[in-house]
């Protein structure tokens, strides 16, 4: 098995794991931080991603043209990445000029800009862009699917034009100050670069990084409670031949004894291109090209989710199809052949996930900012080895339930709206909603 990134004895109180690898003149690190989306104040949801591009958008020296000229000069890559639970600064650089970079990126921590005039510009790119996805069917999709899921959650809220266009400079260098801590940090590197020189930049960065006595806290963070009946929701699009469709229910959390069954269990049913969707939707009928069902893993307990895209004529039959599929599934459970394939290919699967130092890293990374157990990656392989169909069908049973499940369907309500009433069984809410609806 290979080896995990080592924890080290804490920088400053905070960790840091390294797995040196010399195949490659390359260094890669991650910075981690416990927050995220999650902590946007109410009527100004994504506020915490503005922080995240401005960061990258200039400091008080270099405006956002010279950064990322001086990236650009160094050989390196940085980015920011911004989810519900996590922030994290990833970069990579060739090593020679390891020394310059990790400067770049103390001055970018250290000393952002938020520039006013940068932030106009970003959100007018944001609010284009905002018009630009309601072109993007799948991403209206998932957007209402969100919604519809985690109503009354945070999962489920998400920035609008009022409280992207209410968010100031001054929200920006504050949210920054009280989120983007020593306090919540955490360091990752992989590549050219051993322990002790990882401690040494990692105790540079930690040095410009504010400080507070309070740090964000998923203390209140609970489960969701997920749909309650079936709610089908179609985001009314005019002139749609074809559709996208999701459909939901709460799914697993990582600390679940039963998480890894019921990960088999999902993939024998849509995690494959043999999946038992992609036989009876696209093979056996030709209805969507994609069939597939997965299991989202965050902080607390997330979604089961399958995911179609008929043709507006098949829309109707695809959606009563799917939900039958996943009934029997539940009833019926599945083989202990479908087992053994399955855990066959996700063992072998597994190989392209860890097969980089710096793959690795970042697995390791989420474990820790997610607050998965710590062994969460390690065990992975054994657990899926020690799946039964009894134990698959028995996380099937308990997790997932098809009763309580939100659909959502893109398309054009005045030619799907009567089939999908019709074809889908036990609704007890239907709503059509503008396609450029918030």
């Known amino acids: 098995m290979t080896p995990a990134p080592k924890l080290l004895d804490a920088v400053g109180g905070r960790p840091l794991f390294v797995e040196t690898s010399r195949t490659l003149p390359l260094v890669s690190f991650a910075i981690g931080f416990e927050t995220g989306s999650y902590f946007d104040p109410v009527g100004k949801e994504g506020l915490m991603r503005f922080v995240g591009r401005l960061l990258r958008r200039g400091t008080k020296r270099l405006d956002a ?3 990322e000229a001086t990236i650009d000069r160094l050989g390196a890559e940085l980015s920011v990445e911004v989810s519900h639970a996590n922030v994290t600064v990833h970069g990579q650089v060739i090593r020679r000029n390891l020394e310059p970079f990790v400067a770049l990126v103390a001055e970018v921590l250290g000393e952002p800009a938020f520039d006013a005039e940068e932030l106009e510009r970003l959100r007018k790119k944001v609010l284009a862009e905002r018009i630009e996805a309601r072109d993007n069917d799948r991403s209206l999709a998932q957007n209402a699917f969100r919604t519809a899921m985690f109503e009354g959650h945070s999962y489920g809220r998400k920035a609008t034009e009022a409280s992207i266009v209410a968010i100031t400079q001054p929200d920006i260098a504050g949210h920054f100050r009280a989120s983007i801590l020593r306090e919540n940090v955490v360091f990752g590197f992989s590549g050219d670069v051993d322990a002790d020189s990882a401690r ?4 540079t960065w930690l040095a410009v990084l504010p400080s507070s006595n309070v740090k964000p806290s998923f203390a209140d963070l609970r489960d969701p409670e997920g749909p309650k009946g079936r709610t089908l929701v179609i985001v009314d699009k005019p002139e749609r031949t074809q559709t996208q469709i999701l459909f939901g229910t709460l799914g697993t959390s990582g600390h679940d004894e039963d998480h890894i069954p019921l990960l088999v269990g999902t993939a024998i049913f ?6 038992r969707l ?3 939707v696209r093979s056996k009928r030709g209805w969507s090209y994609g069939a597939s069902a997965r299991l989202n893993v ?4 997330h979604g089961f989710t399958m995911w179609t895209f008929p043709a507006a004529k098949d829309a109707a039959a695809c959606a009563e199809l799917e939900i039958d599929l996943l009934e029997k599934l539940i009833a ?3 083989t202990p052949k479908e087992v053994g394939f399955v855990k066959s290919y996700l063992t072998r699967s597994h190989a392209f996930e860890i ?9 390791t990374l989420d474990t820790y900012l997610l607050g998965l157990p710590v062994d969460y990656p390690t065990r992975y392989l054994s657990e899926v080895a020690a799946t039964t169909h009894t134990t698959a069908n028995a996380a099937l ?3 997932i339930d098809p009763k309580n499940m939100a659909i959502v369907v893109v398309g054009t309500a005045k030619d799907i709206r009567a089939d999908l009433e019709a074809k889908i069984s036990g609704l007890e809410r239907v709503s059509v909603v503008p396609f450029d609806a918030e």
């Open 355 to 363: 097969d980089t130092p710096s793959k690795r890293l970042h697995q």
């Open 270 to 275: 849509g995690g494959t291109f043999t999946s």
């Open 200 to 203: 040494k930049i990692a105790e």
């Open 397 to 399: 049973v308990k997790r």
């Open 298 to 301: 965050e902080r607390v307990r």
């Open 65 to 67: 043209k010279a950064l």
């Open 332 to 334: 019926k459970g599945v």
């Open 278 to 280: 992609m036989r009876e």
